[in-house]
C-alpha cells in the first residue's frame, strides 16, 4: 500500500520538513529522514530510540565531565527531551491513521 503524506496523512511538506528536525535529534544514525520511515516509525521504535538517545546525553550519565561538557550536554538532552515530547502526539496520530488505512484497504480486497 502506497500511503501519502500530504493525501492519506494531511501531512504538509512543511510539517514533515518540521518532523524530520526533531527526529534526526533522535535517530541521529539515520542519515536522512525519508516519508517512508516517518509511516512505518512506530510510537514505540520512538521511545527506544529517545531513551538510548538520552541515556548518552544525560549530564548526569558522566562522573568526570567539566562544566562546559556538562552544560552542553545538558543542553543536548533538554532538545532531546522537547523534541520526544513534541513529537511523540505526531508519531501515535500517523501510527493510528496508517493502522485504520491499512484496514480499510484489506477490508476492500477481501470483499
Given at each position: 500500500m502506497d500511503i501519502q503524506l500530504e493525501n492519506d496523512l494531511k501531512i504538509s511538506r512543511a510539517k514533515f520538513g518540521l518532523l524530520k528536525d526533531m527526529l534526526v535529534l533522535?535517530?541521529?544514525?539515520?542519515p536522512t529522514i525519508q516519508k517512508k520511515f516517518l509511516i512505518q516509525l512506530t510510537p514505540d521504535e520512538l521511545k527506544r530510540a529517545y531513551m538510548?538517545?538520552?541515556?548518552?546525553?544525560?549530564p548526569d550519565t558522566a562522573d568526570e565531565l567539566d562544566k562546559e561538557e556538562r552544560k552542553t550536554r545538558q543542553m543536548r538532552?533538554?532538545?532531546l527531551s522537547m523534541a520526544y515530547k513534541a513529537l511523540l502526539p505526531h508519531i501515535e496520530n500517523i501510527h493510528q491513521?496508517?493502522?485504520?488505512?491499512?484496514?480499510?484497504?484489506?477490508?476492500?480486497t477481501s470483499t
Open positions: 533522535i535517530f541521529p544514525e539515520v538510548s538517545q538520552a541515556a548518552i546525553c544525560h538532552y533538554q532538545r491513521k496508517v493502522r485504520d488505512l491499512e484496514s480499510r484497504q484489506k477490508g476492500k
